[in-house]
T-cell receptor
């Protein structure tokens, strides 16, 4: 099946530093990737939609200058948390959309394992 | 390897009951989640089970058996709006989420 990986799995950093999280679709091409944030036992909150070769679309309330997204290829999207603060500590999850071919294609999202960010 | 299995698609009738099963094999276990995802929307948290047994929340219930590596989501009094994909995810010993591929539930009148 389609596999999505994230790196790193977990990261601890000092307040004020920047952290980059990678999301890769390992065996398929994804024109669209999504970045989510999850707090314990809560729904995934969509942060942004990343389309290959174009600027990401951010959800209301998400600071685009703080959460930089780059989707440089059909298999890689990166999320950089700039000048991280303790309130940015969270579980970040990406997903990649697989578009099957044809007019009746199935739009399926495959989720990554998540990256746990702790900002001290 | 780590693996989560759930049916690809299920069909049920409005007003009926449906049970969506999820079996898992993971390195360690730190809880099992069920999410509902409507097309084009973010997944919505439904339940979290870490101990064996049944957790009931309104029309939705979730069951876990850790010894069997098995969970199910039970939906009662089905409504048309319950048509969605239902995702099973297990948090492993490294607190990483292992996702099932999702079960597409189709509700017919």
């Amino acid at each position: 099946g389609a596999v999505v990986s994230q790196h790193p799995s977990w990261v601890i950093c000092k307040s004020g530093t920047s952290v980059k999280i990678e999301c890769r679709s390992l065996d398929f091409q994804a024109t669209t990737m999504f970045w989510y944030r999850q707090f314990p036992k809560q729904s995934l909150m969509l942060m942004a939609t990343s389309n290959e070769g174009s600027k990401a679309t951010y959800e209301q309330g998400v600071e685009k200058d703080k959460f930089l997204i780059n989707h440089a290829s059909l298999t890689l999207s990166t999320l950089t948390v700039t000048s991280a603060h303790p309130e940015d500590s969270s579980f970040y999850i990406c997903s990649a959309r697989l578009l099957a071919g044809g007019p009746l294609s199935t739009d399926t999202q495959y989720f990554g394992p998540g990256t746990r960010l702790t900002v001290l | 390897g780590q693996n989560i299995d759930q049916p690809t698609e299920m069909t049920a009738t409005e007003g009926a009951i449906v049970q969506i099963n999820c079996t898992y094999q993971t390195s360690g276990f730190n809880g099992l989640f069920w999410y509902q995802q409507h097309a084009g929307e973010a997944p919505t948290f439904l339940s979290y089970n870490v101990l064996d047994g049944l957790e009931e929340k309104g029309r939705f219930s979730s069951f876990l058996s850790r010894s069997k590596g098995y969970s199910y989501l039970l939906l009662k009094e089905l409504q048309m709006k319950d048509s969605a994909s239902y995702l099973c995810a297990v948090m492993d010993s490294n607190y990483q989420l292992i996702w099932g591929a999702g079960t597409k539930l189709i509700i017919k009148p």
